[in-house]
Structure formats: C-alpha cells, structure tokens
C-alpha cells in the first residue's frame, strides 16, 4: 500500500465512545472476544488501572486512559467501544490527535454516590464494525478502576423554607455531614432577621424573629475548614387573625393648657404592630424653644403624656412624641402644642400625606382658635403659602379656623415632596400671635419602569414594574390597570416594585397605569410587544475593537461602542438587509446602555460625564457632569447595568473608585449606602444586570490580593449584599430575563437564583466557551465554542445549545441539546510572528434577540447576525433510558475516531 492510500485509510477510522450499560453493551458486542486475524490493528491502553479520589460537592476531577491505534496495514475502518463491569463512573469524555492515532479517554466520577469505594473494570474493545458484532484479536482490553468518593460538607435542606404566622417566632432545624477531616463548623452570613438558636455536632437550629406579612430570604453560609456551603432560608409571614396593621396612636395631635407653675396631662393610646416589635419613644422640641417640659410614662393603652409649666414663662410651646419599633415599623409621631398662662392655645401642627387612598374630604381642615382664660376676643388670621387657602380667616374665640389645600396646587407639586405653609392667627396687641403648620406630603403611587420593556408578541408574559408609593394601593386591581388589556394580574412585592402577569399579547405598545382617589395625574409606565423576526444570517465587515453591543429590538436596531473610534455606531435592518444608519463620537466613550424603557440611550465617558441620546437618531438630548473623575462600568463588556428602578450604575474615578448612580428620571447622582460592607473598588465595580432590571451583580476588583467578594442587589431590599459564591470576581457574565439563571462564562458555571450551582458547561470535542447568554426565559443556554485552530483561520466558531434547567443524571455538566458551525467569523488568523497577536483573541459581544431565535455576535471584524436553525429551536433534553442494571451504568454514545463533531447515537 502507497504512503498517500494508507493516510486515507487512516483518516476513516472511529472511536465508538464508552458504553456503561453492561447487558446492553455485552450484546451489541457479541460478548467480546474473537474474529481478527494477523492483519488486525491493535489498540494500547497506557495503564491498566485507574484511582479517583472525588469529594462530595467537589470539583470532578477526571482520571485519563490514553489509546493509541497500530493499523498493522489493515485498511478499513476501526471502531473502538468500551464497557464498565461495576459502579462508580458517570460518564468519559472524549478527545482525540489531530491525526486520529491517539484518543484520550477522561473517567469522571459518579457524584451521586454516597461516600464509600467502588471498584469497576473497563473494558475496550477493538471492532470491526460500528455495531461491535465482530471484534479484533487481542480485544477486550481492561482496565481496573478505583473510586473513592470522600465525604463532603453537606447541609439539609438546602433551601429550607418555614411559615409562621406574624407575630410569631419560628425555628427550623439544619442537618450538617462534615467533611473529612472536620471536626466542627460555623454559620454565616445569617440575615438580620434571624439568630442560631442552637448548635450541635450533627446540626444546628436557625430561630426566626416575628416579621410583618411577607416573603423573606436569606442566604447563611456554612464552613467547616476551607469548605463553605451556601443554604437557603425562606420565611413566609402570613396574615394574623383580624388582618395586620403598622403602629398606630390615637389622637395625632394634643393641644395642652395651663398656668404658670402647673402641669396638664393626657393618655393617648397606642395600638402595636401586629408582629410585635419593641417599641421605644423619643421626645424632641421645637428648634430653639424650652425642653424638658413634657413626659411621657408608659401605659397599659399607651403612654400618659404630662407637661409640666413650672419653669415656663407664659407662651406657647410645642413638642413631638415619637414612637419606633423594628425597621418594619413606620414610625408615628404625635404633635404635642402646650399653651402655657392666658393667651391663645397653641394649635398643633397639621400633617396630610396623600396617597393613593386619600379622600377629597382629606383635603379639608380645621382647628378652634381658643384662649387659656379671660373673655372671648376677635381673631384675624393668615396663610404665608397661596397653596394653603383659608375659608374662615376671622372670627371670635371659640369658633373655628377651616381651610383646605388648593387642588390644583396639588397636582402640580412634585410627587414624593413635601411643603409646609405656616398659619398666623392674631387676636390684639394684648395677645401674642400663635402660628401653627399645615404640612403636605406627596406621596401617590407612581410608576417608573416595566421591564424587560420588549416582549414577544402570542405568549404569556411576566413583567416587574418598579415605582413608588405602592404600598398605599388598597385594592391594586382597583387602581392598576394594562390599557386595553383584559385579564393582568399585579403582585406587590414592596413599596417600590409590582409583579405584572399577563396573558399573550398582540404585538404594539401598552401603557400600565396607577390610579388615586383623588383623581390626580400620575406617571405611567409602557412596554411593547413584538412579533418574532428572526434575521438572516448576515456579516458586517466592521475592525475595532468592540465594547459594547445593544440589541434595540423594538426598532429592529443594534448599538455597537466601537473602543478604537471613540463611537456609538447604529445598525439597522431596513428592506431585507442591515444597513448604516448613523453613529456620533463622544469624547473619552466609555460605556453605554438603554433605559428599562428602550427609550433612552445612555453613555458615559471618562470626563465625569453621562450624556443621554435618543436611540433612534443618536442626537443628544442632554449633558450631566459629575465632576473631573471619569465615569464608567466595564471589564470586557463596556455595558452599563441599569436597574428596573432607572438607575444607572458606574465607577467613578481612576485607581481606587466610589460606586456611583445616575437616576434617569431624577436626572441626579448619588453615591449608594453599601452600610456594614466592606467595600474595594480598585479598578472597579462592573456589573451586570438581570433582562428585568431586578437584580443587579457587582465584581468589586480583579487587581488586588485577597480578591474581596462579589455583592449583588435585589431590588426588593434595594440594599447591597455580599454574594454567597466562591469565585470573587468574573470578566464575562450574563442572567436571563428574571435572574433565575446565572453564567459565569469564566468559570463555565451555571448557578440559579440562589446563587446554587445548576451544572458546568463541558463543550465536546474540547472546545473552549468564548461567550455565552441565556434564552429569555433561562432554560437555554447559548454557547460560542471555539477550538485552538480558531485562532489560525483554519475553523469556525460553534454555537451551542445547553439544557441549562439541571445538570445530566449522575454528572456536573449541562445536557448539549444541538450545535451548529457559524459560517463566518467574526475576528481574524492570529499572526504569531514577531511576539504575538492577541488582538484575534478577543471575546465576541454576544446578545440573544427577545424571541431567542437569533444570535448577534460582535468581533473584532465584524458582526454577525447568527439565526438559530429551527430544529435546534424545537429540541429538548434528552430523555435518559431506564435500566435495572447496577449504577454502573454509562450511557452509549459512538464517535468516529478523529471527527470531534460526529453525532450521538441512541442504543
């Protein structure tokens, strides 16, 4: 045979995988043994036997069996199949030379066996055919195996739930296995609403204190040595008998006289929150006046109230009782005004806060105008604010004083701003003028953003809407309301955020609106529905190093920050193909981002600077400096984190940075409260955001040594905390729509919601993840993988489709549910000579379209519009096959040897 015929030959060869179901595999393979001759090509394993050492909830670190292919001149195809005799292995994963000689054989542990040692034999066997009937001399050949599988830090259950009724405390019990070489553990992390009751060797107990209606979470740490194990803790507070209610205390106001050198008391009445919190109370005076005056003792209704003229020049005097309870409790103050020898009494000042339940008739007020002694006299009075119009503004001691607040006035005060306007009542020169205060608050719901703001038109649809003023809403399918939409359901998570459930939806733009009693404009929030338009495949030759890619699906537009020109480039696709459509430089451009409403383009810049742009047409709308320090938000993804509420998230300064935000609305700064944190911003933050705005992730610094942790907000608590993750920092990141799904891309890792890890991505063939994001609704995952021969032109990049809803049975790693080879690239050949180009190197930008069936990736050449083929949109999971055979069971998969992308075999 020629030199040039053998190579061909060679080239035909196959690996047909590693098989681990025994009864099936024996009778597929004709039970081993026979039918080769002197011609027979032989396989060389290079060991015998294997050990792995696997911890439980450790790292799988697999053992490798190298084969090595003698053809001995035969000239057809080989296939090579393997066995397992016993328990212990839950998959081998393939590799191969690129001349197809040599295949590496990688053993991965069983992790969901119980500690102990399991021992197995490999068997593999050299065959003629793919069906294994016939196998070569020499075949099968074995190799013993080991498994340990060490005890590992478990703790049960790992997201433990409870729920009490408010008011009341609850306890829930945590089972902990150590491992080995522990002898003892600590609990972290605990949430402010929870204490360890009680801790033992086998567990420990967590108590709950009483908390208002509600869902609480909580997310201690577990650490034995230098392992941690994150938990979930869930308290549900549920409704008391007779409903719940915050503090209150009867009356509001008192309004006390007396002569010089006596006193006056009154009881007033408080009624506790229904969780039971301990209350305290403070008194405060007027700025500048006499203190020391009142008293108030504790009752059995509430407290006594006691003032006391003793050291009290004739006058009037006004002091504030004010009652605390837990940070659940709203705080109630009551006006306390004491009038102290003959002259008018002291009129209490007047609070109103408007919210959504607030009648007409609140607007309404009076106050009697009275003298401490003497005969009755005349009284004038007057309002210093236009807003404030008094109905009665004379009369004769004894009668009342009305006004009420202008309701025009009203609507056109700022919402969540409060006015005061001052009442002076006269009644002679031989009395002393009395003035008291009328202070309105502005509190009506409003709503700021719904996000994601674009949704795909046909299915159902889950939305958060992020406001304010929210908890006064009554009846919200009273007051809340989808224009034109029949059958949406709000939920009030918290004062500032509604869940929003809707039923499919044409495509166009809807409105969510807030109503009041009062009838008064309020700010409405708006999303569009859009019907799926997947683009074709399409490469926009483009250099520059890209830093940021914004997918404007509702205008059918991308936003590119091209880093080498210092721009904002538009992309849009217009009569069938993608065209231009403008760009603008900004000086020092440093990141970019939409607002929750697609309606506002952000950048920042390293002059102090956020402009903000119209999406459409890039023209600037306006400048807000913050300073001489550069502003920005970005490692590899020059993306701007947003969040549901309108707030943009960036880095401000040089080395050593401050976390700042930019409210869109507010159109103002202001440095986040990190309260008991730690923080190191060095050359950092940079964050990412959830496709809903709710959740918010921060990598704090890559640059220095202990790497401090990373910190994560839900806008729930709308306060930082300290992310439960081993891995401190990351480069490349992504959630889905409602953070339910979370990729490291770094660390290949998927975890869920409560930051627990789902599985591992594990590309086949050994590629490497370039870039990855996530389906909408997180049950996909989309992967760029790409092998070394990427990087000299000689391959494509591979888009892949991961299962990211649980890891395989009996394995770390994510299902592969289908892949596709990208038909063009989107950077260059590496040219390696003098040095190095790393430039080749870089990331692709990567973005899913809302409907998930196209691909946008941005490259260092181009960008790439990557539809997603229809069989691969309809694929699922693979459906596992059931066995009465022993745990040993591998499932089958057959590989021609030398073609990394051959296809999975069901047997």
Same mark, same amino acid.
């Given at each position: 045979m020629s030199r040039s015929s053998r190579s061909r030959v060679s080239a035909r060869w196959g690996w047909l995988g590693l098989i681990g179901l025994v009864a099936l595999a024996l009778s597929a393979c004709g039970g081993g043994g026979g039918g080769g001759g002197g011609d027979d090509p032989e396989v060389r394993l290079d060991r015998t036997s294997v050990s792995i050492d696997h911890e439980q909830g450790g790292p799988n670190q697999p053992a490798r069996v190298t084969a090595t292919l003698d053809l001995n001149g035969y000239d057809r195809a080989v296939h090579v199949a393997s066995t397992s005799s016993g328990p212990g292995l839950s998959q081998v994963l393939l590799s191969f030379s690129d001349d197809g000689r040599t295949a590496w054989a990688d053993l991965y542990a069983d992790t969901s066996l119980a500690p102990g040692r399991y021992r197995g034999t490999l068997y593999v066997h050299a065959c003629k055919d793919a069906e294994c009937r016939t196998q070569f001399s020499g075949s099968p050949y074995t190799v013993d195996y080991v498994v340990n599988v060490l005890p590992g830090l478990t703790v049960t259950p790992t997201a433990g739930s409870l729920s009490v009724v408010s008011g009341q405390e609850g306890t829930l019990r945590y089972a902990v296995q150590l491992p080995a070489g522990a002898s003892s553990f600590s609990v972290e992390s605990l949430p402010a609403w929870a204490r360890l009751d009680s801790q033992d060797a086998s567990g420990f107990t967590l108590r709950t204190r009483s908390l208002p209606v509600g869902v609480y979470n909580g997310y201690p740490i577990v650490r034995a040595g230098d392992r941690l194990a994150n938990i979930g803790l869930e308290l549900t507070s549920t409704t008391p008998p007779g409903g719940e209610h915050n503090l209150a205390i009867t009356p509001a106001t008192v309004e006390l006289s007396t002569v010089e050198g006596a006193s006056a008391s009154v009881d007033v009445t408080v009624s506790a929150p229904t969780w039971k919190p301990t209350l305290t109370h403070e008194i405060s005076y007027t700025s500048g006046g006499q203190v020391g005056w009142l008293t108030a003792t504790p009752t059995e209704p509430g407290y006594r109230l006691a003032a006391a003229a003793s050291a009290l020049p004739a006058g009037s005097y006004a002091a504030l009782l004010t009652v605390r309870g837990d940070e659940y409790t709203q705080p109630m103050s009551v006006s306390v005004a004491l009038t102290v020898g003959p002259g008018l009494v002291r009129i209490a000042d007047r609070t109103l806060r408007v919210d959504a339940e607030t009648p007409a008739s609140a607007l309404n007020g009076s106050?009697?105008?009275?003298?401490?002694?003497?005969?009755?006299?005349?009284?004038?009075?007057?309002?210093?604010?236009?807003?404030?119009?008094?109905?009665?503004?004379?009369?004769?001691?004894?009668?009342?004083?009305?006004?009420?607040?202008?309701?025009?006035?009203?609507?056109?005060?700022? $919402?969540?701003?409060?006015?005061?306007?001052?009442?002076?009542?006269?009644?002679?020169?031989?009395?002393?003028?009395?003035?008291?205060?009328?202070?309105?608050?502005?509190?009506?719901?409003?709503?700021?953003?719904?996000?994601?703001?674009?949704?795909?038109?046909?299915?159902?649809?889950?939305?958060?809407?992020?406001?304010?003023?929210?908890?006064?809403?009554?009846?919200?399918?009273?007051?809340?309301?989808?224009?034109?939409?029949?059958?949406?359901?709000?939920?009030?998570?918290?004062?500032?955020?509604?869940?929003?459930?809707?039923?499919?939806?044409?495509?166009?733009?809807?409105?969510?609106?807030?109503? $009041?009693?009062?009838?008064?404009?309020?700010?409405?929030?708006?999303?569009?529905?859009?019907?799926?338009?997947?683009?074709?495949?399409?490469?926009?030759?483009?250099?520059?190093?890209?830093?940021?890619?914004?997918?404007?699906?509702?205008?059918?537009?991308?936003?590119?920050?091209?880093?080498?020109?210092?721009?904002?480039?538009?992309w849009s696709w217009s009569s069938g193909s993608w065209v231009s459509t403008g760009s603008v430089a900004i000086a020092g451009l440093n990141g970019i981002a939409l607002s929750p409403d697609g309606d506002t383009l952000v950048a920042s810049s390293s002059a102090g600077e956020v402009q903000l742009l119209d999406p459409a047409t890039l023209a600037l709308r306006s400048r807000h400096a913050s300073g001489t320090e550069a502003l920005y938000m970005g490692a590899l993804d020059w993306t701007l984190p947003v969040t549901n509420d309108g707030r943009v998230w960036l880095a401000r300064g040089s080395g050593w940075n401050t976390l700042t935000t930019f409210d869109l609305l507010a159109q103002a700064y202001a440095q986040p409260d990190p309260g008991s944190l730690s923080t190191s911003f060095y050359y950092g933050p940079w964050g990412i955001v959830s496709g809903n705005g709710g959740r918010l992730l921060l990598s704090q610094s890559a640059?220095?040594?202990?790497?401090?942790?990373?910190?994560?907000?839900?806008?729930?608590?709308?306060r930082l905390l300290t992310a439960p993750l081993t891995e401190t920092f990351f480069f490349r990141s992504a959630f889905n729509d409602d953070a339910s799904r979370l990729v490291l891309t770094d660390h290949a890792k998927v975890l869920d919601g409560d930051f627990g890890t789902v599985g591992q991505i594990a590309l086949p063939g050994g590629q490497s993840v370039a870039a990855a994001q996530f389906a909408p609704d997180g049950r996909r995952l989309y992967v760029v993988g790409v092998s070394d021969s990427f990087y000299s032109g000689d391959s494509l990049p591979t888009l892949w489709v991961l299962d990211s809803s649980a890891a395989a049975p009996g394995t770390t790693a994510l299902p592969?549910?289908?892949?596709?080879?990208?038909?063009?690239?989107?950077?260059?050949?590496? $040219?390696?000579?003098?040095?190095?180009?790393?430039?080749?190197?870089?990331?692709?930008?990567?973005?899913?379209?809302?409907?998930?069936?196209?691909?946008?990736?941005?490259?260092?050449?181009?960008?790439?519009?990557?539809?997603?083929?229809?069989?691969?949109?309809?694929?699922?999971?693979?459906?596992?096959?059931?066995?009465?055979?022993?745990?040993?069971?591998?499932?089958?998969?057959?590989?021609?040897?030398?073609?990394?992308?051959?296809?999975?075999?069901?047997?």
């Open positions: 106050a009697t105008v009275a003298l401490a002694g003497g005969p009755a006299r005349s009284w004038t009075a007057r309002s210093d604010q236009s807003w404030l119009v008094l109905d009665t503004s004379s009369g004769s001691t004894g009668g009342d004083l009305r006004y009420h607040v202008d309701r025009t006035a009203l609507a056109a005060q700022a $919402n969540g701003s409060s006015r005061s306007a001052r009442v002076t009542v006269s009644a002679g020169e031989a009395i002393s003028p009395m003035s008291f205060e009328v202070t309105v608050t502005k509190a009506l719901p409003e709503l700021r953003f719904a996000a994601p703001a674009v949704r795909r038109a046909g299915s159902a649809q889950t939305l958060l809407v992020s406001g304010s003023g929210l908890a006064s809403v009554t009846d919200l399918g009273a007051r809340l309301r989808v224009v034109g939409v029949e059958g949406a359901t709000f939920t009030r998570h918290t004062d500032r955020e509604l869940g929003l459930s809707l039923p499919a939806l044409a495509a166009g733009s809807y409105t969510v609106q807030v109503t $009041n009693a009062l009838d008064l404009p309020s700010r409405s929030a708006r999303f569009q529905v859009i019907e799926p338009a997947p683009a074709p495949a399409t490469r926009i030759a483009q250099t520059g190093t890209k830093r940021s890619l914004l997918l404007d699906a509702p205008r059918r537009a991308l936003l590119l920050l091209n880093g080498d020109l210092g721009q904002i480039q538009r640059s220095i040594s202990p790497s401090p942790p990373m910190l994560f907000l839900d806008q729930r608590q709308d592969v549910l289908g892949s596709f080879e990208i038909a063009q690239s989107y950077t260059y050949a590496c $040219n390696w000579a003098g040095g190095g180009d790393t430039g080749c190197l870089a990331a692709p930008l990567m973005r899913v379209a809302p409907d998930g069936r196209t691909i946008f990736l941005a490259g260092p050449t181009a960008l790439l519009s990557v539809p997603v083929p229809q069989d691969i949109q309809t694929l699922s999971a693979p459906r596992m096959r059931a066995s009465g055979a022993s745990r040993a069971g591998l499932p089958m998969t057959i590989q021609r040897w030398g073609d990394n992308r051959a296809g999975v075999t069901g047997r």
